[in-house]
């Protein structure tokens, strides 16, 4: 099984500032991974598949990069709605894995 | 427009068998490439993928829990059912369903439905 672990657990940030998150893969995924966002009481929504790729409707202050274990998703400037927990998903081999998550909070 | 919904106990018994049901519209589980896969999600805590169904019936288990699930479809009903057996109150969780297209990841979800263990 591929763990991902994700770092920070929580980030505390203001609104404007430059987030960056990371999640690491306990072995290779190539480029197969996404990253989610969960806010308080809702499902998660993908925001980034295969490494970089922004899912459809997903503002490009996000940007993902990495390949092979180590991953990056940044957030250029957050916004009030960016306050979220982020989770990576791994998709290179069963079973399916979600990393730990990283809670972004307002400072 | 593609929509998912879980549907289920909010209470079940230590021991009891466990039974979910997703409703989807918007899209056809006899499409090649298409599956439907159980998410679930104790509180504050991080997502635990449990088991997927594709379109030729092809099944996937989360090996940790493999022995407890068993996950099937009913096109003629668009739905997937999970069952999972043998409950306890650590299985407590929001439970989800989504779609997943050409083996890529879960980009539509169903709200979620949390279930609670206890007696």
């Known amino acids: 099984e591929i763990v991902l672990t994700q770092s920070p657990a929580t980030l505390s940030l203001s609104p404007g500032e430059r987030a960056t998150l990371s999640c690491r893969a306990s072995q290779s995924v190539s480029r197969l991974l996404a990253w989610y966002q969960q806010k308080p009481g809702q499902a998660p929504r993908l925001l980034i598949y295969?490494?970089?790729n922004r899912a459809t409707g997903i503002p490009a202050r996000f940007s993902g990069s990495g390949s092979g274990t180590d991953f990056t998703l940044t957030i250029s400037s957050l916004e009030p709605e960016d306050f979220a927990v982020y989770y990576c998903?791994?998709?290179?081999?069963?079973?399916?894995?979600f990393g730990g998550g990283t809670k972004v909070e307002i400072k | 427009q593609i929509t998912l919904k879980e549907s289920g106990p909010t209470l079940v018994k230590p021991t009891q068998t466990l039974t979910l049901t997703c409703t989807f519209s918007g899209f056809s589980l006899t499409t090649s490439g298409m599956g439907v896969g159980w998410i679930r999600q104790p509180p504050g805590k991080a997502l635990e993928w449990l088991a997927l169904?594709?379109?030729?019936?092809?099944?996937h288990y989360s090996p940790s829990l493999k022995s407890r699930l068993t996950i099937t479809k009913d096109t003629s009903k668009n739905q997937v059912v999970l069952t999972m057996t043998n409950m306890d109150p650590v299985d407590t969780a929001t439970y989800y369903c989504?779609?997943?297209?050409?083996?890529?990841?879960?980009?539509?979800w169903g709200q979620g439905t949390l279930v609670t263990v206890s007696s």
């Open positions: 295969d490494a970089s």
């Open positions: 169904i594709y379109w030729n019936n092809d099944k």
């Open positions: 989504a779609l997943r297209q050409n083996d890529y990841y879960f980009d539509y």
């Open positions: 998903q791994q998709r290179s081999n069963w079973p399916l894995t």
